[in-house]
């Protein structure tokens, strides 16, 4: 039996693919302007057509000719589209230019002639100025023939399983006729992992999501390098376990990847000052460190909000990791995916920065596999566990630098150029064009 369909726009790294994939959607194809993440999102899903490119002028017939499905009906279309969400005097806000990336969104899941949709965003847009923009989104969605779930839902995945804080808007719409899909009911609430409160269990924390990793600082290779041969530490909660996919159910219905279990990546270590590492041991968990800002985690709580930094056309701003709450010194790009509900196969780039900034833009996976369940109860079909095992992409893609990713991706440097060029990553160019040479012979 065929598994339902979906597409991924503005898909960054792949966090709301990953969530669909193990909700027991295939996700054919993925969209996505910066070339380093879509480098990244090929490697973790080097089944799906990537398309590196802007959705402004995107095609639906375009999109069904990458991802090879002809005809077939098109289940879901989901995505984060960025807005501002202001509008000119005297005008409708999505004939705001600053909008036309929402615009392109509804036109895409018009032309796909997709059954349902999953639009999500920051909270913000559900207050003040914003509010304007998000009434007229759900009309148009009414008025090209779709309905849209009443009341629209601010949904925080910290209910859903996460060690996290992070709020995000999500509409939840279907064609006319269809049955449309419910918000997902939460399933955790608070601190822990082994109690339950009014019914729902209590959700992982911080400590649940790292106490056993390994301290990165430990290993010398992770001054250069972002992998290690990883020793454990002790027995892992739950969710620790869910994170290793140490047991069958860990992979939920998504497709299982070829991966090497002894090997933890993402954990190129920090390189602190003393005076930072005694502000950092100072700080009490759950506060922030007054001078650089960082929030302290608390062990037994949730962390804050990941965000992404910025490009360097907006001042190379980098995400603000936080502290971890044992070690004097901010959280690993792996902790931080940790925190997130990323599984440790997973991979980002392998400079803090990119990897940071992949993780920041994401949709947690747990939040939008409980999203995609929804959608697929509504379709009526039931979830299936794939068989066969998926072996990762090349290495190389991790590696690139942004004009490397561009010339791989045949596309301009999207952003400004922010790489940390390391001695591992200089011993990568010769797999890097040799990739890049493979993929010109393909044409």
Not at 3 to 21: H, N, Q, T
Not at 70 to 88: E, K, M, Y
Not at 225 to 242: C, I, L, M, N, R
Not at 325 to 346: I, Q, S
Request: proline share 7%.
């Amino acid at each position: 039996m065929a598994r339902p369909i979906s597409i991924d726009l503005f898909a960054g790294v792949g966090g709301m693919s990953l969530g669909f994939e193990q909700a027991g959607f295939d996700v054919v194809a993925a969209v996505e302007y910066d070339s380093i993440h879509a480098a990244a999102h090929l490697f973790n899903f080097p089944n799906c057509a990537v398309l590196a490119r802007s959705v402004v002028g995107l095609s639906g017939a375009a999109i069904r000719r990458a991802a090879g499905i002809g005809s077939r009906r098109v289940d879901v279309v989901f995505g984060g589209a960025p807005c501002q969400g202001f509008s000119l005097i005297g005008q409708r806000v999505l004939d705001d230019p600053r909008n036309a990336l929402v615009r392109e969104f509804v036109r895409i899941v018009l032309e796909l002639e997709a059954n349902y949709f999953v639009f999500e965003n920051v909270k913000g847009l559900t207050l003040g100025p914003h509010r304007k923009f998000l009434e007229e989104l759900i009309s148009t969605f009414q008025e090209i023939g779709y309905q849209v779930q009443a009341p629209w839902r601010v949904l925080n995945a910290a209910s859903y399983g996460t060690p996290q804080n992070r709020e995000r808007l999500i509409l939840l719409g279907a064609r006319k006729g269809l049955r449309l899909p419910g918000y997902p009911v939460p399933t955790t609430v608070g601190m822990g992992d082994k109690k339950e409160e009014g019914g729902l269990s209590i959700g992982p924390s911080c400590a649940d999501a790292l106490a056993d990793l390994p301290d990165a600082e430990n290993f010398d290779e992770l001054i250069e390098g972002d992998s290690f041969k990883v020793k454990w530490h002790g027995t892992p909660s739950s969710y620790g376990a869910e994170m290793r996919c140490s047991t069958a159910s860990a992979w939920h219905y998504g497709y299982r990847r070829r991966w090497d279990k002894d090997i933890l990546t993402a954990s190129l270590r920090s390189d602190h000052t003393e005076i930072s590492r005694r502000r950092f041991a100072e700080t009490f968990p759950g506060k922030v460190e007054p001078i650089s800002r960082f929030f302290k985690l608390p062990p037994d709580g949730v962390a804050n909000t990941l965000r992404a930094g910025s490009d360097s056309a907006r001042g190379a701003f980098t995400s603000p990791r936080p502290i971890h709450y044992l070690y004097p010194r901010c959280v690993t790009v792996r902790e931080m995916a940790r925190l997130h509900g990323f599984p440790d196969w997973f991979r980002f780039h392998v400079t803090k920065w990119h990897g940071a900034r992949q993780i920041g833009n994401a949709v947690p996976p747990p939040l939008a596999r409980a999203i995609a369940a929804t959608v697929l109860k509504a379709t009526g079909e039931r979830p299936e566990r794939p068989r066969g095992v998926v072996a990762l992409g090349p290495t190389p893609l991790l590696h690139m630098d942004m004009s490397e990713a561009s010339r791989y991706w045949g596309i301009p440097i999207p952003i400004g150029n922010r790489d940390r060029k390391s001695g591992t990553h200089k011993r990568k160019q010769e797999e890097i064009e040799a990739l890049f040479q493979k993929r010109l012979s393909y044409g």
